[in-house]
């Protein structure tokens, strides 16, 4: 019966990730609240279900996490920023504008607010929770596996079911989920996850607030064009992994203890 505590604690995270901002006011100040208290909830569920705290899921001040996060971002943001170029260039969307510089300017601290904290606690909960409670009874890539198929799952909160999403949150996961395994830490993939995200609220806008619309002004294509971001997203998650994959030996990422991830 122990078991049933760390699917406990993971359902009491998931549900406060996905189920509070839609009973909170809107607005920057409330949402960073919201998150403040998701790290005490975090700490205490940890303990609760056997682990240290924060810690264990990841969270770690480790030697060389900044430029860790700084990689993720960059890897992120490029590929995701190429895919809309080219969604752009297949004529997906057309930037018509950008909105003016003193809304743009609330609009960026806001994004670069609310996208850094929700990526990254999405991945406590889904990869460095997840991780934590399984890494001594799974192998990594069922590790990694399970994770992208929880983290195509946990999408369906905010977007609902939809196949294309699916597979491409899926593919998405294993980039998200490998560098989490082979540094030990959340940097790298928090890193990753907010630079993609980011670049999506540039186009759309942030999540939640989508009718506000995002930095650029877009107007949205014909319909034949209609099932090209699915297709498009699926390549550039895949190229992102392989990317992420091929290059990970030569980029000299530090680990929690050199040498190891979770293991």
Request: no cysteine; proline share 3%; net charge neutral.
């Amino acid at each position: 019966m122990l078991f049933l505590f760390p699917i406990m604690g993971f359902l009491i995270l998931d549900l406060y990730f996905n189920l509070l901002p839609n009973l909170i006011p809107p607005g920057t100040a409330s949402w960073l609240l919201y998150a403040a208290f998701f790290f005490v909830l975090a700490r205490h569920v940890a303990r609760l279900t056997g682990l240290e705290g924060l810690e264990d899921l990841g969270l770690r001040a480790h030697y060389g996490w900044k430029r860790n996060l700084k990689i993720g971002f960059a890897f992120g943001a490029a590929v995701w920023g190429s895919m809309y170029v080219l969604l752009g260039v297949l004529g997906d969307f057309r930037v018509t504008g950008f909105k003016q510089p003193q809304e743009a300017a609330v609009f960026v601290a806001e994004m670069l607010v609310v996208l850094f904290l929700g990526s990254l606690i999405n991945d406590l909960i889904v990869r460095g929770y997840l991780f934590a409670q399984l890494r001594d009874k799974l192998p990594g890539a069922a590790l990694i596996m399970l994770s992208s198929f929880i983290y195509a799952l946990d999408d369906v909160w905010l977007a609902g079911f939809d196949i294309r999403s699916a597979y491409v949150s899926v593919l998405l996961g294993l980039s998200l989920g490998y560098t989490l395994y082979r540094t030990g830490s959340i940097w790298m993939n928090t890193g990753l996850h907010g630079g993609l995200n980011m670049i999506t609220a540039l186009v759309y806008g942030i999540p939640g607030r989508e009718e506000a619309g995002g930095l650029l002004l877009i107007e949205k294509g014909s319909a034949a064009t209609a099932l090209l971001p699915g297709h498009v997203q699926a390549i550039a998650a895949l190229v992102l992994f392989v990317l992420v994959f091929a290059m990970y030996g030569s980029l000299r990422i530090n680990t929690v203890q050199e040498g190891a991830g979770f293991r």
